[in-house]
């Protein structure tokens, strides 16, 4: 992607252009295609280039408006209804096919003001100086593809797309969060989802924008999916013509690029989709598609007819497309384990930067991915059963669970029946229904701190105090739409997303989610909860709205899981951390700082269960505890040098 930073000074005094310069230093990855700084006074801007679409080869900024002059943007940012805002902006003919995006929005603020976000459509960050106003205004698209970090003091406002821009600023503190590190180590991840890692640096929300000037800082949403309108169409068919349709098109708008596109492609039914829908449309234009899994080439021993390969294979065939696997090693993982996710993300996973790799080899600057569709278009359907039974729709309630326990589980005795059937309303009806007090002592795993195993005793008394910043949206509640709104509400879409996002700039590869397009997202809030659970399935509207598009035995597959790849990305990621241990023990670990992590603790934790969730739920402690530890330590190396880049 490319970067954006800023500085602003609220008392009107005049801003530092080396610290400006700082901040760009620290972004130069982000800026393959060149990078302009522009500053009057009391404000800078800066940009990084890296172009995407077509109209981004000739685009410069910051940008100045002539119309008005007094307005400068810059941004990153993809527009997808542009031909709507040509329409209301009237922008004439001749000027459609190189207007850049960020002239778009410069145009939409100048006739919108601060509401017009929320005439735009797309993936974006942008900041805009307003010296009639004297007023800086930001905002960030509707889901959070594009990152916004900033610190805020009375005095001094200073934003980056990356957090390695802002806190390359000097006046910057770099002190670590205790609330951030808290929340990893107990939850592998960062609630509230406004915190980082650093105590002085926050992040922009989704659909959120910002407004600073003298008289201080205004944050406000502009977009919320719970407002997302109902839709009522007269059949299933119309239902699924409708779905294909938003399909088509928010993978369409995502292939708007200058240079070549990848996709990810499991074999499931998000990235499937996605790949064939995108392949269809590039051989048109004369273009291949490659594609890239997670799961490690064949070998031997290998099953060739487990679905974790073979539905990513049967894609590939049908579609004539070439697939490149990724194979890990313990060594490389323990390389990964020395970076500084303060700076460079937990989320970015061990596969995913060899992917990026690998895309670089092709070309590709858009990586296409199915990430969000779980949480919408392919929704499982938690929620639904316990809506059912409040609303007193209990024969549909049997007639579902039968169903659905006929087509899992079709021979059983009546014995196995009944036990099968009253776990089943326990776990959908009895559970969901439960306030969060009660709840906590049913389900004991919910809610605890084992996941702090590893932390010095200080600082794990410092986690269980911390009970405010516990994120609980993931557990099921009563109906299917307010599910999906507590997962969406719940963060972890947006922080893959920064992190894949700011992680890809070192690779010069851009992702692109079609199924987190702001239309499918209000389809999906939109329709009949019964779309989602029908004769016996999950995702229905889905797999009855890909045919023509996914091969049947993918389309009506129920396998979700990935034993195999699970088993084994475990044994890797277990001998990982012993190799990673060893190094670390060659460079004296036993002196480090260790005000967060206990290192004879770190030493002595073992999973406690044979049980592969429990192993994996242990091997996370080990992870989440090291990931901590290097963040502490690496933070003194640079908590006193005005430059970032010595990490």
Known sequence: MSAICGIYRQGGQPISFENLKKQMSALTHCGPDGSEIWHLGSVGLGHQMMHITPESLDEELPFISREIPELVITADARLDNRSELFANLGIPPAEQKTIPDSQLILAAYQKWGWDCPAYLLGDFAFAIWDSNKHSLYCARDHLGVMPFYYHFTESLFVFASDIKGVIAHPDVPRQLNDEAIATHLRDGEIA???????????????????????????IHSYWSPANSPEIRLPSLDSYAERLRELLHQAVDCRLRSAFPIGAHLSGGLDSSAIAVLAARSLRQRGQQLPTFSWIPPLRQQDDPENPEWAYSRIVCEIEGLTCKNIELTSEYVASLLWRDVSLYSYLDFFYEPLVRQAAQ????????????????????????????????????????????????????????????????????????????????????????????????????????????????????????HAQQLMLLKHGHLAERMEAWANNGAFDHVVYAYPLLDKRIVEFCLGIPADLYVQEGYARYLYRYATKGILPDEIRWSRLKNEPKRIERLLSISRDAVRVWMSQARERGWQNWHQRYIDIDALIKQK???????????NHIVLINSIQVLVVENASLLYSNRDDIRVL
């Open 607 to 617: 999973s406690k269960s044979e049980s592969l969730e429990d192993r994996i739920k």
């Open 192 to 218: 509230p989802k406004t915190i980082t890692f650093f105590k002085t640096v926050q992040k922009l929300l989704p659909a959120h924008k910002l407004t600073i000037n003298t008289h201080g800082i205004q």
């Open 361 to 480: 080899r092709y070309g590709v600057r858009v990586l296409l991915s199915g990430w969000g569709g779980d949480e919408l278009s392919t929704f499982n359907g938690r929620g639904y059963y316990a809506k059912l039974f409040w609303n007193g729709q209990w024969k549909k309630l049997v007639q579902a669970v039968n169903l659905g326990r006929k087509n899992t589980k079709p021979e059983q005795t009546f014995a196995q029946n009944v036990r099968g059937w009253l776990g089943t309303l326990y776990r959908t009806v009895f559970l969901p229904s439960l306030p969060d007090q009660v709840y906590a002592l049913f389900d004991r795993k919910w809610l605890t701190t084992s996941y702090a195993d590893c932390a010095t005793p200080a600082f794990a008394a410092f986690i269980r105090q911390q009970r405010h910043l516990v994120s609980d949206t993931l557990r099921e509640r009563v109906g299917l």
